[in-house]
């Protein structure tokens, strides 16, 4: 099955020279690339004249013409049709619109499972590098449930205007909260809550010039893993990392 044939990164491909997007060409190609179904999301020109139910008419009209006139092109066409109805078989005893139509009663539920998106976000991601027989060997163990995380995150802020309120970039917590979703006891159940603390960057700054009021410096002790978040890679600020990792014993 294809991506979708009027996203923004396939009209960009195709108007990279200056050409004019063509539903028909996209969907020629996408389907002699080997995409049995073809998802027409989006599809139209941008012309006003036509929606995407005109242009997939048309994308249908101009399959028909090249089945009528190319061989090739037909065979193609039926080997995918064939493909699709194998499965289609497959998948159902008895192919009737009353057996493949999904139970009114489960409508409801459909977008409201948070495992299929995790499953699908770990599924593709690939590796690079290194190759996985060698990361093992490269990489250390995952945080086990009694290690001890501190999160020290950049929060500094910014402003959209001259007048507007600042905004902070990211919480203290942003992380934190993202592995206990994830890995905490309502996620995978890796990590103890507990076991988790979070402080702004500046914090650190406050305990290294002995202003600090927060129990940083216990915590940072304590500590089986420090993950640090920059938002920007500005000398200062990376001087800044530099002279806390030289003091601090993180």
Do not use: H
């Amino acid at each position: 099955m294809s991506e979708e044939l009027g996203s923004q990164a396939v009209r960009d491909f195709y108007t990279q020279g200056g050409e004019t997007f063509q539903p028909r060409s996209v969907a020629r190609d996408a389907f002699v690339a080997g995409n049995d179904l073809l998802y027409l999301g989006n599809i139209s020109l941008g012309d006003p004249e036509e929606d995407n139910y005109t242009a997939t008419v048309r994308v249908l009209d101009y399959f028909t013409q090249q089945y009528n006139l190319d061989p090739a092109f037909a065979q193609l066409v039926n080997e995918a049709v064939e493909r699709i109805l194998a499965q289609k078989f497959a998948m159902y005893d008895l192919f009737t619109i009353s057996n493949v139509l999904t139970p009114s009663e489960n409508l409801s539920a459909i977008g409201s499972s948070k495992q299929v998106p995790y499953d699908v976000a770990r599924s593709s991601a690939t590796l690079i590098s290194p190759d996985p027989q060698e990361l093992n060997t490269l990489m250390p163990l995952p945080p086990g449930q009694n290690d001890r995380i501190v999160f020290l995150t950049d929060t500094q802020s910014s402003q959209q205007c001259s007048g507007c309120p600042p905004q902070d970039a990211f919480s203290a917590s942003a992380l934190q909260d993202m592995v206990e979703r994830l890995y905490g006891p309502a996620g995978s159940g890796q990590i103890f809550s507990s076991r988790l603390s979070s402080y702004p960057f500046t914090e650190l700054e406050l305990m290294l010039n002995g202003e600090s009021k927060e129990n940083i410096e216990p915590s940072l002790e304590r500590a089986d893993w420090i993950v640090i978040s920059l938002t920007s890679v500005s000398k200062d600020r990376w001087s800044f990392c530099a002279a806390s990792s030289q003091s601090a014993p993180i």
